[in-house]
Every structure is written in structure tokens, then in C-alpha cells.
């Protein structure tokens, strides 16, 4: 059976990609199409936003951090029920980690998904045919199915950029213009998520337009393809039980990849928690406390003493736990803000975390623990504020190029903290650490 499917690419970041997906998934929505999203890459904040403009979870397709069986796995999953199948790209259609190694490219390629180029038209009107053309022609594997103009000045911009089109050999699909409405906030970590932020307005606002300038009927229609079969790959865990696995889910913590929990939920019985509002631990064999934003909760976090202590009681009970990023900072001693602020949380790691001086810091990364290779991806403006001893890393961690980087896998107890988003739906055995400590 045929469908439209299709990837979401550009020539580089910053081309609108993001609006323009966002968009296209509200308006399949509002025509009451079900319409299923996926994000290239390892980015945690896109597929939120997908799921909120689609109503429908959004799920990773990551070369790096998987195999390409399973994200043809993931894929034909979830492909399966929807009316239409879209991807956003991440960043210029051939960037890979080395060269188009783990790019929006090559998961067209490995998926044989049409690609629908966005082209930042701002500046430039028939100069876009070199750019069309060189897009067209580079990789034989990629199919440019057409391409949308973002930034248009005018329609008489647009007549320009057509007639490039044509010239090219490549189908023009419509355009969205300059418009600041339509512009996304940002925050220094992906779209913003402040309160005062109408997510639904904006995407609604995006949608209108793109059903105004955008042959969407047309699009749909160039990009029919197969439907992929589910082949399902064999799962294997440890004989010891997670029967009550715990995980952390609310404004502060909510950075994971939805295939993970997946997996959680087929090792045992997933129960959400909120360490903002809860006031204890619900019983738990394994606790997960993912990444996002405590940053900015901390006056909360903080004074939610009974639940810091159930989290601290627990992790001296030699609990089972894993904690990433903002998981990690949380069971500090205290989180300083850019202000210079600092606000006690759990006290299971005899160190502190600090927002002030932030420094980005981020890559794909290799760990090497207990002689098994896991995958993750690292990104974060904090850093650590160390004891005068700082303790000892128990893995070895590589970039993507395999050289060594100094992120330190802690180990106290029962408890892994790092902070490396682990990405182990497709690495299982990862679940089994715990058996050695």
C-alpha cells in the first residue's frame, strides 16, 4: 500500500525546517488526517513539539545512536496507522557526524523517503536554481521530490524563485513569507517552552498560512510511496527483575526518548511521577530521572523536601537508579542559577551543578562500561562543581570520531549518573548494568 511519506530537509539549519514541519503537521491535523511525525537526530525537544502539533508521538530515527535495522523497526512501526508519514530533518540535508554519516541523507536513503527541500529564499530569488540543481544531482540515493521557499518577500519573489524551480528540474511547492508571527521563540536549548508561550496558537498560525501559500494536495501527491513491513528483532533481558519502574515526568524533567520508555515498559510496570508536586517516591525497583529543565524550577524542586528526601532515602537503600543531565544535577547537593542563587536538592551526589557561566557543550558519545559499548548524545549549558575530590568516571566515553572526552559516568551505590542521554532501545543489555552493582 502506498502513502504520502516524506523527509523534511534544507540546505542548512536555520532554513525553517522546524516551522515549516510544525505547520504542515497542524494543518494534516486540522483536515483530520492522521498524520505521523519523526525527528533525524537525537533531539528530544522536536519530537515534543511534533507530538503536540500532530496529537500523535513523535519518535528519533538516529544512525548513530542506533542500528539501521532498528530504525527501520521504529519507522515501520509507527508508519503503519497513519494516512501520512513525515520527518523532519536535522540540520543541512548531507550534515553528518562524518560527512553524510548519521544525516538527514542517509535516512532517506535507508527509508527510500522522498525529500521536500526548504530553501531560505531570503536575499536570493534565480540564484536558488545552483542550490536546487547541485541538491538534486549530488547523491543518486536521494530523491528531491520539491522544494518550499521560506523568507518570500512577495509573490512576485516567488515567480523568481518558480521559474528557478523549473529550470532546475524541480517541482515548486509553494512558500511560507516574512512573517514574524510565525517565527519561533527560542531559548538557549530548543523552542521555548515558557508558560506565556500558546504553543497551539502559533501552530495554528502556521498551519493558516501554509493552507494559504503551500500546494499541500500537491505535495502529498509527489511523495507516494511504499509502506515498509514490520520485522520486529528480538529482545533479550536479564533474568532479575524491574517490576515497578518509576519515571520522573513533568515541567522539570521530561527530556526521553519515547523508544526507551518503550522498553521500560516491556521489562515491567512504568509508573510517572513528579518530583515538582508528589511528596514521595511511588515503590519502585528502578527509578528513572531523565534530563530537561530543573533550571528553571528550582525554588520548587527545592522546597519539595519530603520528595528529595524519598529520592535520597531510596538511593541509601541501594535503589536502582539512573539519572541523565538534569536528572543528575537534581541529585546534587544544590543547583546555582545564572544569578548565583543556590537551592539544595538530594544530596546523593556530594557535588554541586551551577548554571552561571554557561558553556555549551554537546556531541554524540561512545561508553565503554563494563566492557559493553552504549550510545547516547550529551548537551548542556550547566557544569559540575566538584568536591575538593571529584569522584572517579566508571566508563570510558568517546565523541563520534572516537576520541576520548572527559564526561564522567558516576557511579554511587545502585545509582548511574551522567550527563549522557543514553539511548538504549536499541541496546537492551543496558537495562542489565545494574546487576553489577
Same mark, same amino acid.
Given at each position: 500500500?502506498?502513502?504520502? &511519506?516524506?523527509?523534511?530537509?534544507?540546505?542548512?539549519?536555520?532554513?525553517?525546517?522546524?516551522?515549516?514541519?510544525?505547520?504542515?503537521?497542524?494543518?494534516?491535523?486540522?483536515?483530520?488526517?492522521?498524520?505521523?511525525?519523526?525527528?533525524?537526530?537525537?533531539?528530544?525537544?522536536?519530537?515534543?513539539?511534533?507530538?503536540?502539533?500532530?496529537?500523535?508521538?513523535?519518535?528519533?530515527?538516529?544512525?548513530?545512536?542506533?542500528?539501521?535495522?532498528?530504525?527501520?523497526?521504529?519507522?515501520?512501526?509507527?508508519?503503519?496507522?497513519?494516512?501520512?508519514?513525515?520527518?523532519?530533518?536535522?540540520?543541512?540535508?548531507?550534515?553528518?557526524?562524518?560527512?553524510?554519516?548519521?544525516?538527514?541523507?542517509?535516512?532517506? %536513503?535507508?527509508?527510500?523517503?522522498?525529500?521536500?527541500?526548504?530553501?531560505?529564499?531570503?536575499?536570493?530569488?534565480?540564484?536558488?536554481?545552483?542550490?536546487?540543481?547541485?541538491?538534486?544531482?549530488?547523491?543518486?540515493?536521494?530523491?528531491?521530490?520539491?522544494?518550499?521557499?521560506?523568507?518570500?518577500?512577495?509573490?512576485?519573489?516567488?515567480?523568481?524563485?518558480?521559474?528557478?524551480?523549473?529550470?532546475?528540474?524541480?517541482?515548486?511547492?509553494?512558500?511560507?513569507?516574512?512573517?514574524?508571527?510565525?517565527?519561533?521563540?527560542?531559548?538557549?536549548?530548543?523552542?521555548?517552552?515558557?508558560?506565556?508561550?500558546?504553543?497551539? %496558537?502559533?501552530?495554528?498560525?502556521?498551519?493558516? &498560512?501554509?493552507?494559504?501559500?503551500?500546494?499541500?494536495?500537491?505535495?502529498?501527491?509527489?511523495?507516494?510511496?511504499?509502506?515498509?513491513?514490520?520485522?520486529?528483532?528480538?529482545?533479550?533481558?536479564?533474568?532479575?527483575?524491574?517490576?515497578?519502574?518509576?519515571?520522573?515526568?513533568?515541567?522539570?524533567?521530561?527530556?526521553?526518548?519515547?523508544?526507551?520508555?518503550?522498553?521500560?515498559?516491556? %521489562?515491567?510496570?512504568?509508573?510517572?511521577?513528579?518530583?515538582?508536586?508528589?511528596?514521595?517516591?511511588?515503590?519502585?525497583?528502578?527509578?528513572?530521572?531523565?534530563?530537561?529543565?530543573?533550571?528553571?524550577?528550582?525554588?520548587?524542586? +527545592?522546597?519539595?523536601?519530603?520528595?528529595?528526601?524519598?529520592?535520597?532515602?531510596?538511593?541509601?537503600?541501594?535503589?536502582?537508579?539512573?539519572?541523565?543531565?538534569?536528572?543528575?544535577?537534581?541529585?546534587?547537593?544544590?543547583?546555582?542559577?545564572?544569578?548565583?542563587?543556590?537551592?539544595?536538592?538530594?544530596?546523593?551526589? &556530594? &557535588?554541586?551543578?551551577? @548554571?552561571?557561566? @554557561?558553556?555549551?557543550?554537546?556531541?554524540?558519545?561512545?561508553?565503554?562500561?563494563?566492557?559493553?559499548?552504549? %550510545?547516547?548524545?550529551?548537551?548542556?549549558?550547566?557544569?559540575?562543581?566538584?568536591?575538593?575530590?571529584?569522584?572517579?568516571?566508571?566508563?570510558?566515553?568517546?565523541?563520534?570520531?572516537?576520541? @576520548?572526552?572527559?564526561?564522567?559516568?558516576?557511579?554511587?551505590?545502585?545509582?548511574?549518573?551522567?550527563?549522557?542521554?543514553?539511548?538504549?532501545?536499541?541496546?537492551?543489555?543496558?537495562?542489565?548494568?545494574?546487576? +553489577?552493582?
Amino acid at each position: 500500500m502506498q502513502k504520502p &511519506q516524506f523527509l523534511i530537509g534544507a540546505a542548512s539549519s536555520g532554513s525553517g525546517k522546524t516551522t515549516f514541519t510544525l505547520g504542515l503537521l497542524r494543518a494534516l491535523r486540522l483536515r483530520d488526517m492522521s498524520v505521523q511525525p519523526f525527528k533525524c537526530g537525537p533531539d528530544y525537544l522536536d519530537t515534543k513539539h511534533h507530538t503536540a502539533a500532530a496529537g500523535r508521538a513523535s519518535y528519533n530515527l538516529d544512525t548513530f545512536m542506533a542500528s539501521a535495522e532498528h530504525v527501520r523497526e521504529v519507522y515501520a512501526r509507527y508508519s503503519q496507522t497513519a494516512a501520512v508519514c513525515i520527518t523532519e530533518g536535522v540540520m543541512g540535508l548531507f550534515d553528518g557526524y562524518q560527512q553524510m554519516k548519521g544525516s538527514s541523507a542517509e535516512i532517506a %536513503r535507508l527509508l527510500q523517503l522522498p525529500v521536500i527541500l526548504v530553501v531560505n529564499a531570503k536575499s536570493t530569488a534565480y540564484s536558488v536554481a545552483a542550490t536546487l540543481y547541485g541538491f538534486k544531482h549530488f547523491c543518486p540515493f536521494v530523491r528531491i521530490a520539491g522544494a518550499v521557499f521560506n523568507f518570500v518577500g512577495s509573490e512576485k519573489h516567488y515567480n523568481y524563485l518558480k521559474q528557478a524551480c523549473q529550470d532546475a528540474g524541480v517541482e515548486a511547492l509553494g512558500y511560507l513569507p516574512k512573517c514574524p508571527d510565525i517565527e519561533i521563540p527560542s531559548r538557549h536549548l530548543g523552542l521555548n517552552i515558557d508558560s506565556d508561550f500558546c504553543f497551539d %496558537r502559533f501552530a495554528d498560525r502556521i498551519a493558516s &498560512q501554509i493552507e494559504k501559500t503551500v500546494e499541500i494536495d500537491k505535495l502529498l501527491a509527489v511523495c507516494q510511496t511504499d509502506t515498509p513491513d514490520i520485522s520486529e528483532s528480538p529482545i533479550s533481558f536479564s533474568k532479575i527483575p524491574m517490576r515497578r519502574i518509576s519515571v520522573a515526568r513533568d515541567e522539570a524533567f521530561n527530556f526521553y526518548y519515547p523508544e526507551n520508555i518503550r522498553m521500560l515498559e516491556q %521489562r515491567g510496570e512504568v509508573t510517572y511521577f513528579s518530583p515538582l508536586r508528589d511528596r514521595e517516591l511511588p515503590l519502585s525497583d528502578f527509578v528513572y530521572l531523565p534530563g530537561g529543565y530543573p533550571e528553571f524550577y528550582l525554588s520548587a524542586l +527545592s522546597e519539595n523536601k519530603s520528595m528529595r528526601q524519598s529520592i535520597a532515602d531510596y538511593c541509601r537503600q541501594q535503589g536502582a537508579l539512573l539519572a541523565e543531565c538534569g536528572g543528575m544535577m537534581y541529585l546534587g547537593e544544590y543547583i546555582t542559577d545564572t544569578e548565583g542563587r543556590s537551592y539544595p536538592m538530594c544530596g546523593i551526589l &556530594q &557535588q554541586g551543578a551551577t @548554571m552561571e557561566n @554557561m558553556k555549551l557543550k554537546l556531541g554524540y558519545r561512545q561508553v565503554i562500561l563494563n566492557g559493553q559499548t552504549y %550510545r547516547g548524545h550529551e548537551f548542556h549549558y550547566s557544569s559540575i562543581v566538584p568536591r575538593s575530590q571529584p569522584y572517579t568516571t566508571i566508563a570510558e566515553v568517546r565523541n563520534a570520531q572516537d576520541t @576520548m572526552v572527559d564526561t564522567p559516568i558516576y557511579r554511587i551505590g545502585n545509582v548511574i549518573a551522567s550527563y549522557i542521554h543514553f539511548y538504549w532501545a536499541d541496546h537492551p543489555a543496558f537495562l542489565n548494568c545494574w546487576e +553489577s552493582l
